[in-house]
T-cell receptor, first 111, second 116 residues
């Protein structure tokens, strides 16, 4: 089993739709969780950190479920500019924390 | 400002060449990272420097040699690479590093490397 798993998609949604991505992680001792956005041939850019209480930034909401070991990202009112690959990242390990990235979920928002 | 810069943006090299990738940040971050990313794959960690000392080496072949001249600079020296080493090489930095479990990493734009 991979340490961090995501549904690769692609997700094809119309503008204005709500879309949700999940990401599961295998190490129950993982402490920090992040969502990154990566455009084609560009670097990953931090979208948001994920906190136990959940957090929201405009149209984006991130949730953490420790019991089931997954994090989620909800995008409301999708825009064309939201089209990208969304990577979840989990900081995990002992004696030196490493950030493990999921394979990414591709999102296409269409007019 | 969360800017990490990398040079060059693109690099084409032969298998017998020696080249170097450079990364710089001026955010006062004490940890810097090298990742390798192949197409449609996630970034894979190669090396971590924390407070200018190598703290993590993910069993990377010796043809890749990292160097951290100071807290703002990170180099990756390349020698005798193989075509399968062609990838996007990403540098990242974070405030504290692998000893801290809540650290956020910021990425540079990457160097797209092609080995012929």
């Amino acid at each position: 089993r991979k340490e961090v798993e995501q549904d690769p998609g692609p997700f094809n949604v119309p503008e204005g739709a709500t879309v949700a991505f999940n990401c599961t992680y295998s190490n129950s001792a993982s402490q920090s969780f992040f969502w990154y956005r990566q455009d084609c041939r560009k670097e990953p850019k931090l979208l948001m950190s994920v906190y136990s209480s959940g957090n929201e930034d405009g149209r984006f909401t991130a949730q953490l479920n420790r019991a089931s070991q997954y994090i989620s990202l909800l995008i409301r009112d999708s825009k064309l500019s939201d089209s990208a690959t969304y990577l979840c990242a989990v900081k995990t390990g002992t004696g030196g924390f490493k950030t493990i990235f999921g394979a990414g979920t591709r999102l296409f928002v269409k007019a | 400002d969360t800017e990490v810069t990398q040079t060059p943006k693109h690099l084409v090299m032969g298998m017998t060449n020696k080249k170097s990738l450079k990364c710089e940040q001026h955010m006062g971050h004490r940890a810097m990272y090298w990742y390798k990313q192949k197409a449609k794959k996630p970034p894979e960690l190669m090396f971590v420097y924390s407070y200018e000392k190598l703290s993590i080496n993910e069993s990377v072949p010796s043809r890749f040699s990292p160097e951290c001249p100071n807290s703002s600079l990170l180099n990756l020296h390349l020698h005798a690479l193989q075509p399968e080493d062609s990838a996007l090489y990403l540098c990242a930095s974070s405030q504290d590093g692998p000893a801290t479990n809540t650290d956020t990493q910021y990425f540079g734009p990457g160097t797209r490397l092609t080995v012929l």
